[in-house]
């Protein structure tokens, strides 16, 4: 009845709208989805409580024997797609048209560019409105940088390859020592997420008189509180005093002693300024993004005060 192919895993079963087969009314299956979205299984088992809630006739009927062929037509489908189910939004709306419960037209998710959101998918308008407002007052906190110490933090965990440029403008005549080495990022807080991480550099520093080891650490740590990256200084194994606040914010925060600019939807940049003693440090991290991956890393500090005048800039790729 089923017409069961055990060697198929794209289209296993014949089935209508992949949840229940009329000839086998006491049967039903929820889940039977290829793709992300919570949304068709949310409509799958309402569709089945419905049909599980009413009195069934007899035999099939003339919708159920689309569905059925509609099914089968996916299993032969040649060359196969990469899902059964590749249009979202028109899989939804064909379950929901069963339901009875599909978005009006001219009010939810029927515009190009609109959101379509599951909830959107009952017969309570109230539901819709509070869910899309919901939903749009997370976007604008994303938009906003809500999440973007977070996602850098996640981005930097692992081991890198840097190479830093020193450029001393105070020595005569001017020079420019380097440094290349490994950098590490490894999770410091103790429930294992990624909230506090131990920055570990090793390295050789190249100078006119020869190369030296070298080594530094900083704790990066998510203040959660304000949504800023802070960086502190380690000494011996212990987290001292903080270096700078680095804030990931929207790109129109006015710019004071931190902001953020966003040069294009895969750069996130923070610049921070810090006053040493008398020395003070202007800080700039650069981060490239492919997808939640971060490709490169660039760290600059200008520092000016008494006895400095220098910057170094450090270029971090991943190993």
């Not at 919901?134 to 190479?163: D, I, M, P, R």
Request: charged residues 20%; aromatic residues 10%.
């Amino acid at each position: 009845t089923l017409n069961y192919d055990p060697m198929d895993t794209f289209q296993p079963l014949i089935l209508c709208h992949d949840i229940y087969h009329p000839d086998l009314p006491g049967l039903g299956f929820v889940g039977m989805y290829r793709g992300p979205y919570f949304g068709v299984l949310e409509l799958q088992a309402r569709l089945l409580a419905q049909r599980w809630s009413s009195e069934l006739g007899g035999g099939i009927s003339t919708s159920d024997n689309e569905a059925l062929k509609q099914s089968q037509r996916i299993r032969d489908a040649r060359p196969r797609p990469q899902f059964p189910h590749g249009d979202y939004i028109a899989h939804m709306d064909s379950l929901a048209s069963v339901l009875g419960c599909v978005p009006p037209k001219g009010r939810f998710g029927s515009q190009a560019g609109e959101m379509v959101l599951p909830a959107l998918y009952q017969p309570d308008n109230d539901l819709a409105e509070t869910a899309i407002a919901a939903f749009q007052t997370e976007v604008t906190q994303c938009h906003n940088g809500k999440y973007t110490t977070s996602c850098v933090l996640n981005a930097l965990v692992g081991k890198w390859k840097f190479h830093r440029t020193i450029q001393h403008f105070n020595a005569y005549p001017p020079r420019t020592d380097t440094i290349s080495g490994t950098i590490s990022f490894s999770v410091r807080d103790a429930t294992g997420s990624p909230t506090t991480l131990l920055y570990r550099e090793d390295g050789l520093y190249h100078t006119p008189k020869g190369d030296f080891e070298v080594f530094r650490e900083y704790e990066y740590r998510h203040n959660t509180e304000n949504n800023c990256l802070e960086l502190f200084f380690v000494e011996s194994g212990e987290t001292t005093y903080l270096f700078l606040s680095l804030n990931f914010g929207n790109v129109d925060t006015d710019p004071g002693d931190a902001h953020t600019k966003r040069s294009n939807n895969n750069v996130f940049e923070a610049t921070s300024d810090h006053l040493c003693i008398n020395d003070l440090y202007k800080g700039t991290f650069r981060m490239e993004v492919n997808g939640i991956m971060a490709s490169q890393v660039e760290m600059e500090y200008n520092v000016k005060g008494p006895e400095k005048d220098y910057t170094a800039i450090t270029t971090l790729v991943p190993l």
